[in-house]
Structure formats: structure tokens, C-alpha cells
């Protein structure tokens, strides 16, 4: 016998195998759709009272649920323009929002509209709100930033095509809501006036630190030029100078007269006479005040006879102290009229904001959606009980078929642990 002839026997041709066999066996191999439709049908009781209790559930849920009131409130931005003052507002701005130019260009701040959003979203303007409304209390938050997460999912701060920026809050009070909507303009409004965004706002803050600066200098110049007075005596530089000069002329008049009566008084009267006595004694006096005008150098502690010998030292002291004090004074003098200019050019080109719609109460809720929460629960619920039905049907199948199978039962035989 040769191979040929042994391997023959196990060759099968193809012309064996029968139409019917293969489409029995695509059959087996694929889905059935009407099996699927058959499983659907045997089940559909269990996928009425599934789907029944979706609706009821979820419509039970839906009502509920506490009604949500939508406040808007639009408004209008100042204009972007490029010269002059609202050029430093929105530089001031970006900087403010955006932590720096190149962080404003860096979130995308190219325009006034994006920066403003950029305030209303800051935290500052959602911590006034938190206190102003007892937010965190209402929130039922236990910290301050866990009041700001809930405050920002109740709000929706977004800029128009047209440039208007819509403020939106949802809350389960109208009134409330519509208040919370208006109170984002009035704080935007209140931070804007704080951070001083315009030029004449800038210039008015820095002559005020200026005028600050110049105050204490000049109160130090003042003090300086009391304590001069004070040691040297000299108060008024020209007409003290006139008056020593007055004084020490007088007393050596007087003292000239003194000295021609004491010596006519020397012809008749004796040393021992009183009245020539009294007549020397007078013009001891009023040699040693000469001396004292003229050579003493021990003045102050108040004493504005100032000695003409030291009058050019004391009144050159006196003289830079005094020129000191009144160019303190004259700067003083020119920054108060600059900052009162500052305050007009403030108030005349300060950020106006207007509101186009201001935000109002409404009676009609504006959520939650409660048909389409039945409608997604009961279309969501269907279908997952369609394919519950399915898959479970083709497991019983599938279980039935190896039960038949007389391999399975020998396998578990063969798995099966003898003792």
C-alpha cells in the first residue's frame, strides 16, 4: 500500500459539503435578529415596569428638586481707545487682571472687555460678595475658599460679539439673584475707583505720595530751623539785625551822656557822693549790655539779642535753615495745587461703566429641566434594560447549547478531582 493510497481515504473534497450545511452552519456562527426580537418580546414586562418606575422615579426626583432663577445683567465696558487716558486704564488692568503684561497677553487680554471679566472673576470682587450676601453661610461652606468655588459655579461671566459682557447668576431665590447679578456692576465699579486705573488716577496717587514725603521733610525743616532760633537767637534776620544795631547805638548814647555827667559831676562833687555813684554804676550797666551786644557769645534759651560780632555766623545758620524750610514749603505749596488738579482730571475722565439691561427678579424658573430629566432617565433606563434583556438571553443560550453538548459534561469529568 502505498502513501497515496493511505492518505486518500482522509481527503474530503469540497463537493461534499451541501448548501444546507453552510448555511446552517453561517447560521450558528452569527446573530439572529428575530432571536433578538423573540428575547425582547418573552421580557417586555420587565422592560414595561423597569421603564414605568424610570418615569416615576425620575419624575419624583425632578419635582423635587428646588426651582433655580436666572438673573442677567449686561453691560457696557468702556471703549477700547488706544491714546490718551483709557491707554493707561487698560494697561493698569491688564496688569491688575493678567499679574503683568506679559501675563494679560499671555491669557489672552487684548481687549477691555477680556480684562473686566478678568476683575469681575478676580478674587476680590467674589470675596465682597461672600461678606455682602452671607454667601458662605447660604453656601453652607466651611471656608472661605470652598464659598468661592460654589460662588463661581452659580456664576457665568462671558463677552459678547458685540462687546457687551453678560453677567448671569442662577439662584434658588429671584430676588436674590437678580440683587447678586447687580452687585457684581456695583463692585466692579467700587474695585475700579480703588485701583485708580486711569492717568489722572495714577498721577493723583503718586502727588499724593509725594505730598506725604514732603510734609515730613518739611515738618523736619521746621524743626530744624526752631532748634537754629533757639542757639542762636536770631528770629527774624533783617529787622532783629536793625533792631541789635539800634539797641547797641542807643546804649552808647547813653552811656556817652552818662560819661559827660559823671564828669561834669567830678567838678563839685566828692567819690563818696551818692548821686555820682549811682551815675557810675548806670554806665557800668550799660557798658557791659554793650559788651554783651557786641562781644558775648553766650546766647538762646530765647534770648534774641543776638551779639553783633556773631550776627553774620548765627544769620548764615539761620539763613540755610530758613532756605529749607521755605523750599520745602514751596514744593509742598506746588504739589497741593497739582493734586487738586489731578482730582478734577480724575473725576472728569474716571471709567464709566453702564448698564444696558440691569438684572430683575422673574417669576419664572428657569430650572431645573424636570421633562427632560424624565425624558433622559427613562430613555437611558430603557435602554439599559433592553441590553440587560439581551445579554441575559444569550447567556441562557449559550448555556443551553453547552449542557447539550456531551463534550462539556466529559470535561468536567476529566477536571473533576478523584479521591
Do not use: C
Not at 228 to 239: A, F, R, S, Y
Amino acid at each position: 500500500m502505498t502513501a497515496n493510497q493511505i492518505a486518500a481515504p482522509h481527503s474530503v473534497p469540497p463537493e461534499n459539503d451541501t448548501p444546507t450545511e453552510n448555511a446552517t452552519s453561517a447560521e450558528s456562527d452569527g446573530i439572529d435578529l428575530l432571536d433578538l426580537l423573540m428575547t425582547v418580546a418573552r421580557e417586555k414586562n420587565v422592560i414595561l415596569r423597569a421603564t414605568v418606575a424610570a418615569i416615576v422615579l425620575s419624575a419624583g426626583i425632578a419635582l423635587l428638586l428646588p426651582g433655580v432663577y436666572t438673573a442677567r445683567t449686561v453691560i457696557l465696558p468702556p471703549q477700547e481707545d488706544r491714546s490718551g487716558l483709557n491707554a493707561m486704564a487698560i494697561g493698569a488692568l491688564a496688569e491688575l487682571s493678567g499679574g503683568g503684561s506679559g501675563l494679560g497677553a499671555a491669557f489672552g487680554l487684548t481687549n477691555p472687555s477680556d480684562i473686566y471679566i478678568g476683575i469681575l472673576k478676580s478674587r476680590s470682587v467674589a470675596d465682597a460678595l461672600i461678606q455682602r450676601f452671607d454667601l458662605k453661610e447660604q453656601y453652607e461652606s466651611d471656608t472661605l475658599v470652598a464659598a468661592r468655588e460654589a460662588l463661581a459655579k452659580q456664576v457665568s461671566i462671558s463677552s459678547d460679539t458685540d462687546g457687551l459682557i453678560s453677567i448671569v447668576f442662577d439662584d434658588e431665590d429671584a430676588k436674590r439673584a437678580a440683587d447678586i447679578a447687580n452687585a457684581y456692576v456695583e463692585e466692579l465699579e467700587r474695585l475700579t475707583r480703588h485701583i485708580a486705573i486711569t492717568e489722572a488716577s495714577q498721577r493723583r496717587l503718586f502727588i499724593e505720595r509725594q505730598i506725604v514725603q514732603t510734609q515730613e521733610k518739611l515738618a523736619q525743616a521746621e524743626n530744624s530751623l526752631k532748634r537754629t532760633q533757639e542757639q542762636t537767637g536770631v528770629i527774624d534776620l533783617d529787622n532783629q539785625g536793625k533792631a541789635i544795631i539800634e539797641a547797641v547805638a542807643e546804649l552808647r548814647a547813653q552811656a556817652a551822656a552818662r560819661e559827660v555827667q559823671i564828669a561834669g559831676m567830678q567838678s563839685f562833687a566828692t567819690a563818696a557822693n551818692p548821686d555820682l555813684i549811682r551815675v557810675r554804676q548806670e554806665l557800668a550797666g550799660l557798658k557791659s549790655q554793650i559788651g554783651r551786644l557786641e562781644h558775648d557769645s553766650v546766647v538762646g534759651n530765647g534770648d534774641i539779642m543776638v551779639a553783633t560780632g556773631r550776627m553774620p555766623e548765627a544769620g548764615l545758620e539761620y539763613l540755610r535753615k530758613l532756605r529749607d524750610m521755605k523750599y520745602q514749603q514751596a514744593v509742598y505749596e506746588m504739589l497741593a495745587k497739582q493734586y487738586e488738579i489731578a482730582r478734577v482730571d480724575e473725576a472728569r475722565n474716571s471709567v464709566v461703566i453702564q448698564v444696558v439691561d440691569p438684572a430683575i427678579a422673574l417669576d419664572e424658573e428657569s430650572g431645573p429641566r424636570r421633562f427632560m430629566i424624565v425624558l433622559s432617565a427613562t430613555v437611558i433606563t430603557l435602554i439599559l434594560v433592553v441590553l440587560w434583556v439581551l445579554v441575559r438571553g444569550s447567556l441562557v443560550r449559550a448555556q443551553r447549547g453547552f449542557e447539550q453538548d456531551g463534550r462539556w459534561a466529559e470535561l468536567r469529568e476529566l477536571l473533576r478531582m478523584k479521591r
